[in-house]
């Protein structure tokens, strides 16, 4: 069994923890299965009330595991890992609270979307550079970072993939707090610990009725994005961007 992913179950909390340092947190498709597995368990497991989702202080995550896209690029309309975590965290019916740090790529920044409390550390680099790995946006990000963000500011992240630090993201409300590093771990510790102390019908209920009419668009949203997604790993533009990154160097996107 990998230790990529760890999940621990104390006090009506489930943490789960990235842990693939050496791979800067990169995430495997067994680390998508493992994540929606605990998703599932804290789901049906009337003893879990609240679900943290962490990494390390020096990164959250540096998004899809790049070997992985090419060995095991997902397919829209299948049941593969990554669908199920994605599907996974977007309907999850209970408090789910992240805590960022260091760079959060790709999916590093869009699973936050899905989340209900972020803290972050004041080193969280956030960024969804799609655009400049030749692919287009997941996790139905291309519906909630302009309905977040606002959409010229949206165009800067997805199109422009720049990123954007820990201020900037609690200023457009993407996270709630910025703290240290070493403390963004047992702050959102601290908030889910809140969380399960309360009504767990009533914590329901409340997010259910904030996330009303908007799930099923989230879902079709993903689908659609899926679909893009996995026709674009194949094309010119993705080999190119994969290609440069294994070999270190710049992408070459003049003929793409
Ligand atoms: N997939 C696979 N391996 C990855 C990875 C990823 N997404 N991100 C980092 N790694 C690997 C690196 O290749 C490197 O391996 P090596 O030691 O064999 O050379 C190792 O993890 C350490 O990464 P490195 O880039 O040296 O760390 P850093 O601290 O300088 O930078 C990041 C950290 C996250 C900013 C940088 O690794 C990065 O930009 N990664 C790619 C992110 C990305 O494009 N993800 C896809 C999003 S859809």
Do not use: W
């Amino acid at each position: 069994m990998s230790n990529d992913i760890l999940t621990h179950a104390e006090q009506g909390v489930m943490t789960i923890t990235l842990n693939r340092l050496e791979r800067k947190n990169s995430i495997t498709s067994a680390m998508y299965g493992a994540m929606a597995d605990a998703l599932a368990a804290a789901e049906s497991d009337a003893g879990v009330r609240v679900v943290v989702l962490q990494g390390h202080e020096t990164v959250f995550s540096a998004g899809n595991d790049i070997g992985d896209f090419l060995n095991q690029p997902p397919a829209a309309g299948m049941d593969m890992p990554v669908f199920r975590f994605l599907r996974g965290i977007a309907t999850f019916p209970k408090p789910l609270v992240a805590a960022v740090s260091g760079p959060a790529v790709g999916v590093g920044t869009t699973m936050l979307m899905h989340c209900d409390l972020v803290y972050a550390g004041d080193n969280a680099a956030f960024s969804m550079p799609f655009v400049n790995l030749g692919l287009c946006p997941e996790a139905a990000s291309s519906l909630l970072v302009p309905q977040m963000l606002g959409y010229h500011r949206a165009a800067e992240a997805l199109l422009l993939g720049e990123p954007f630090m820990a201020e900037a993201a609690l200023e457009v409300g993407l996270v709630n707090r910025v703290v240290p590093p070493t403390e963004a771990n047992g702050v959102a510790r601290a908030a889910a610990l809140k969380l399960a102390a309360k009504p767990l019908s009533s914590l329901i209920e409340t997010k259910r009725l904030m996330k009303k009419g908007q799930e099923q668009r989230v879902l079709q949203q993903m689908d659609d994005e899926a679909k893009s997604f996995s026709r674009m790993l194949g094309e010119p533009a993705a080999k190119e961007a994969f290609g440069a990154f294994m070999e270190k160097r710049k992408p070459d996107f003049s003929k793409c």
